[in-house]
């Protein structure tokens, strides 16, 4: 009998009584023992499988024959010759037709069934519990666990199976029982243990407690909150309040705002980008005081993080004097100063921060907060001889929350309360917070932090924080936000009425914060290090409160209430495009480290509701900014998200069958999960020329080949930083600083000539040409918006003029869909024919062409790889198992998946019945607009083309298709700035 | 719960030749029933019967036999049964006929039923036995098997509790 036979036969056999004799030809074997000896040889054979279905019954018989040999009779009314047996010898059957049966062999096997029969009825049968063979009535919910519930007969059973239950289960530390694991100081240890490998934010544990995590960058992140909130999320944006923790981008020049950049790799500038990045210079307090140190902090995302350290580091090396003007030296660099480095920065959304120049940290506590996985043998700070720059990396040393939503002021000067200044005749002797006493001695001091409260006081009558200038830096000194936590959770609203003053706020719309009043002692890490060690737990806190006279009343700590040095930065909402300007602004709070869990949960008892990375993408898709790093496909952070998110999707959809997946190349689809964006570029570029071979126009293009790469570097940061400290005081207008960040660089490559380099993929960031192209796409409207400025008309050269100077540029576009559909990510964009702009010229609600269907070339060659699989398999691996092999793989390598297209990607733009010209990075329906939009990048060159061949009104019509459908539908192009 | 619902004819083989009984067999069996159900309920029959039918159990012994088919056509079956009056295998022929005891819709009530009937015929047999030593050897197993059922309510029946039951035996 073969394996597979074999096993089959034990299947059948699983549940039935042991000597239930299916097999054939056990029966003729066993019948043929039983009867006679003659079937012995005959049973030999037999007997190595037969073993297995019969147990003992056939053993017994045997036996119980010779016995009923002895006593032979004729009860029965069947005859059975008992010579003619077993013992009979070689002789036939069919001669000694036994004459009688004695009672005892009938009764033995009656005797025999009965057992087998008992035994089959009383195992349970089937793989289930013992707890499901009781009717539904009489289970109760208790059986799980406690064996004693059920019924007496079961419990036998159950006990048997909750013990191999027990051993399927994790197996805990046997060293301690459940009460000794969660004990603070052991829970703190494993906490630290599970740290080593991703750090954990300081919220870690109140988010695993309600979000979805996800490890990426190093990080464990909040990916969504457990309950259904994305419209409850976009609500909070748009009329309340919504926590995140994410960090964006600014920069700011004396410390009076915010600001961001888009950094590049030193003297390339249109290539090699290596992310945008927010930073804040640490305020002057005198303007004559320049001697001072200046700090400056960038903010960026934790992938960008070490390209960009490693080429700040180069940069500061090589002198350059611009810049050391800028970053002052000063402080201990000691690079082996570290130990646990310890903090929770908690950018919800995960990102990290890097602080430049001047670090200093940490402290080791016996809680690690921070970072965990830093090898503390690393430098984390540098420092240049030449320049005296010195660079640290200060990941996790601070926190930072971004509170998004007009109800944010609210929140914010609900949840925090000035400090209180320190008079004379306390006794400040004894407590730890010796710095804020020192510095209430000095009246300088005092009557700034008087002037931040005023301030301060004054943006609860804002009604949203868009109204203030975008990137307002404000410092404050706060007391601890634990002690006037609410005793229930509310909702924080705004009060107009209480902000008395109508004339300051307006004075402060128009003027912004007061440069002085974006100080803060956060800049100083002694002070911030001394705040985070003396900060009081919240085992004291709730005992002090514990011991209050009148329960519930408020809590007086005095003299010492821990002061907490905050900075509050506001954060621009959308400051693109034109319908609703300043949506999803907000304010950033910037904590020492250590003190997150003690604002955060203040803020949530204030209304805030929490966003996890989920969010933020939503956030950023509305507000029309790219999404770092996923929406920056120039550079390698970018790229390699892009080939991390392929590979998932990849798996995902090769765990379908495949009939239940969408065969993309029938669907004309090449590359569902990713972007080519060289090609496309490329074939761009190709097309273009070839058109302009076609008519016969001389094309400068051709000529120039050479690498003209003499853009100075870095130039655009450092002069622009240059020019904007030097004209503090003129910037008031925030749109004048937005617009200044790019013409700088726009300047910059005007001057460098055409530095654009053939075969590097770039996106075009400069200003000037971004606002001519969304003038060109909006046809007439942005035209009428700036009629002050000088339009160069679209015409032919002036395409021509860009294209040559960016051949292979994307532009960052937002489409708006006309009609139905709503699109979602790598979506394409193509161009529409002529007939269907006059279709829809006829019929407004035209839905769009469709696509044909394509055909599957591959379909049939992984048909024919299948089978020669299935034949070699069949022939046992061999010589001809690997000839079959090297036929077969040549062509289709063993990746070959059925609906997806293999190797590389035939040209890409013409694929389709219409052409590509980009793809769509983020799309959802939007909720603030009521129909589909979505955000992605354009080829520029295709761009222009288009633009250029369509008439007026019907300029900027496009259409998208998603990867999975065949219908194509009308959406309007705008380029933002 | 979705499911084909079947029904379990238990048949008794009753011949007078006990050579009918050691030859029996499940695949013999089935055949044997399929023709003789096609040649009294013809190609209609045999096609509705032929789905789920199957031999699930068959002891050569005792000559109990259980099959298996759908619920919907049992009853084809079920009359088609007593048409059979011989078993023919190995090119022997034995006359013989199929009693049935019980029609049931699972394994698990023939099972039970099935003790219920062996006991039954034990303690027929008991009654009915004049000489000692045979009534030694029923009475015998009529508490071997008694004793069985408390063995096997408590835990499950092994190997080596057959084995020793069969050397108490001895």
């Not at chain 1, 009764?107 to 539904?136: C, D, G, H, W, Y």
């Not at chain 1, 602080?355 to 090898?375: M, W």
């Not at chain 1, 540098?382 to 601070?398: F, H, R, Y």
């Not at chain 1, 002690?483 to 128009?510: G, H, Y």
């Amino acid at each position: 009998m073969s394996n597979a036979k074999e096993r089959k036969h034990a299947k059948k056999m699983r549940n039935q009584p042991t000597n239930v004799t299916l097999s054939s030809g056990f029966v003729a074997g066993g019948g043929v023992k039983h009867h006679n000896g003659g079937g012995r040889p005959f049973q030999a054979h037999r007997d190595p499988h037969s073993g297995t279905s019969r147990q003992w019954y056939p053993r017994t018989s045997p036996h119980a024959l010779a016995e009923s040999d002895a006593n032979e009779q004729s009860s029965s009314k069947v005859t059975f010759k008992r010579k003619g047996g077993w013992k009979a010898g070689p002789e036939g059957a069919s001669q000694d037709i036994p004459k009688y049966i004695t009672a005892s062999t009938f009764a033995q096997a009656r005797a025999a069934e009965i057992s087998a029969m008992l035994k089959a009825v009383t195992q349970k049968s089937s793989n289930s519990l013992v707890f499901q063979t009781l009717p539904r009535h009489m289970r109760r919910r208790a059986m799980s666990h406690n064996v004693k519930r059920l019924p007496r007969r079961l419990q036998e059973i159950a006990r048997k199976e909750a013990q191999k239950a027990v051993h399927q289960k994790k197996e805990h530390s046997k060293t301690k029982c459940h009460k000794a694991r969660r004990c603070h100081i052991n829970r703190t240890l494993v906490f630290n243990q599970r740290q080593k490998k991703n750090i954990w934010l300081e919220t870690h544990i109140w988010h695993a407690k309600r979000f979805h995590m996800v490890r990426r960058w190093g990080y464990c992140l909040g990916e969504r909150p457990t309950a259904k909130s994305h419209r409850a999320c976009y609500r909070a944006m748009t009329s309340r309040c919504l926590l995140q923790l994410t960090f964006a981008a600014v920069h700011c020049l004396s410390g009076k705002r915010q600001g961001s950049l888009v950094l590049y790799r030193a003297n390339k500038y249109p290539q090699e980008m290596l992310g945008p990045v927010t930073f804040i210079w640490k305020s002057q307090r005198t303007p004559a005081d320049t001697s001072e140190n200046r700090q400056l902090w960038i903010w960026l995302h934790p992938t960008l993080k070490q390209d960009i350290l490693e080429e700040i580091k180069a940069m500061c090396q090589c002198v350059e004097p611009t810049r050391s003007a800028v970053c002052v030296p000063d402080s201990l660099l000691t690079p082996s100063q570290e130990k646990g480095q310890t903090d929770l920065p908690e950018e919800k959304t995960g990102r990290k921060r890097k602080r430049e120049d001047d670090g200093e940290n940490a402290k080791a506590i016996k809680k690690v907060v921070g970072d965990g996985t830093r090898d503390p043998l690393q430098p984390y700070s540098w420092l240049s001889p030449a320049t005296g720059v010195v660079i640290s990396d200060l990941t996790m040393e601070m926190n930072r929350f971004r509170l998004v939503g007009p109800l944010s002021h609210s929140v914010l000067t609900e949840a925090l309360k000035a400090a209180s200044v320190h008079t004379e005749e306390e006794d400040t002797e004894k407590t730890p917070h010796r710095w804020w006493t020192e510095v209430c001695k000095n009246p300088e001091s005092v009557s700034l932090h008087h002037r931040q409260e005023g301030v301060f006081g004054l943006l609860g009558g804002i009604t949203s924080p868009a109204e203030i200038p975008a990137g307002t830096v404000l410092g404050l000194t706060v007391g601890d936000p634990r002690i006037n936590l609410p005793q229930k959770r509310s909702r924080a609203l705004p009060s107009p009425e209480t902000s008395q003053d109508n004339e300051k706020v307006r004075q402060l719309l128009l003027e912004g914060v007061p440069v002085e009043c974006s100080h803060s002692f956060l800049w100083d890490p002694d002070i911030c290090k001394s705040v985070t060690e003396n900060k009081i737990s919240d085992q004291d806190l709730n005992r002090k409160r514990s011991e209050l006279l009148v329960p519930g009343s408020q809590l007086l700590l005095g003299p010492h209430e821990s002061k907490v040095p905050i900075l509050l930065i506001q954060q621009p909402g959308k400051v693109t495009g034109d319908n609703q300007r300043g949506w999803g602004s907000g304010w950033d709070v910037l904590l020492p480290k250590g003190w997150g869990m003690a604002f955060w949960i203040p803020f949530i008892y204030r209304g805030a509701r929490v966003g996890g990375l989920k969010e933020t993408v939503m956030h950023s898709q509305y507000k029309g900014s790219p999404n770092i790093p996923g929406d920056f496909p120039d550079c390698p952070a970018g790229v390699r998200f892009a080939q991390e998110q392929a590979k998932n999707l990849l798996e995902k959809y090769t765990r379908r069958p495949p009939a239940k997946r969408p065969n993309y190349i029938k669907l004309g689809t090449l590359a569902p999960f990713c972007c080519p964006w060289e090609q496309l570029t490329r074939d761009w570029e190709a097309r273009v020329q070839a058109g302009e071979d076609l008519s016969a126009a001389p094309s400068p293009a051709g000529e120039e080949s050479g690498p003209r790469r003499d853009v100075v570097p870095s130039a655009p940061t450092t002069e622009r930083a240059r020019q904007l400290s030097d004209d503090v005081s003129t910037s008031l207008n925030d749109a004048d600083v937005m617009d200044t960040d790019c013409p700088a660089q726009a300047g910059t490559e005007w001057v460098a000539g055409r530095g654009a380099t053939r075969g590097l993929l770039c996106v075009l960031r400069s200003r000037k040409l971004l606002r001519q192209l969304s003038a060109w796409c909006g046809g007439g409207q942005a035209a009428r918006r700036a009629p002050g400025r000088a339009q160069q008309g679209l015409t032919r050269e002036a395409c021509l003029s860009v294209s040559d100077r960016f051949p292979r540029a994307l532009v960052w576009v937002r489409l708006s869909l006309l009609g139905k559909g709503s699109p979602e990510p790598h979506t394409m964009i193509c161009v529409p024919a002529e007939e269907d702009l006059v279709q829809l010229r006829r019929d407004r609600l035209y839905r769009g062409p469709q696509e044909p269907r394509h055909g599957d070339p591959f379909k049939s060659k992984i048909r024919k790889q299948r089978e020669q699989k299935k034949r070699e398999k069949g022939q046992k691996p061999g010589p001809a198992a690997s000839d079959g092999l090297a036929d077969g793989d040549p062509t289709g390598p063993q990746a070959l998946t059925l609906g997806l297209w293999p190797g590389p990607l035939p040209a890409v733009t013409s694929h389709c019945s219409r052409v590509l010209l980009g793809f769509v990075t983020q799309g959802d329906f939007s909720m603030a607009v009521g129909s589909g939009e979505a955000l992605g990048f354009a080829s520029l060159t295709g761009l222009l083309a288009v633009l250029s061949s369509q008439p007026g009104a019907e300029r900027g019509l496009v259409l998208l298709r998603p990867p999975a459908s065949l219908q194509y539908r009308f959406a309007r192009i705008a380029v933002e700035v | 719960m979705v499911r084909f619902k079947h029904r379990y004819l238990l048949c008794e083989v009753v011949s007078e030749d006990p050579r009918c009984r050691l030859s029996l067999e499940d695949r013999v069996l089935g055949g044997l029933v399929r023709d003789t159900i096609s040649r009294v309920h013809g190609t209609f029959g045999a096609a509705a019967s032929s789905i789920g039918f199957a031999v699930r159990y068959l002891n050569a012994y005792t000559g109990i036999v259980l099959l298996r088919c759908r619920k919907e056509f049992y009853r084809l079956v079920w009359s088609a049964l007593p048409f059979i009056t011989y078993l023919e295998n190995k090119g022997h022929r034995y006359p013989c006929f199929l009693n049935t005891l019980h029609v049931g819709g699972t394994i698990r009530t023939c099972q039970k039923f099935l003790i219920q009937y062996n006991r039954r015929q034990l303690l027929i047999l008991l009654q009915n036995c004049n000489d000692e030593g045979e009534r030694e050897a029923i009475q015998k197993s009529v508490t071997r098997s008694c004793l069985l059922e408390e063995e096997s309510a408590g835990e499950e029946f092994s190997d080596s509790g057959g084995e020793e039951a069969a050397e108490t035996m001895d």
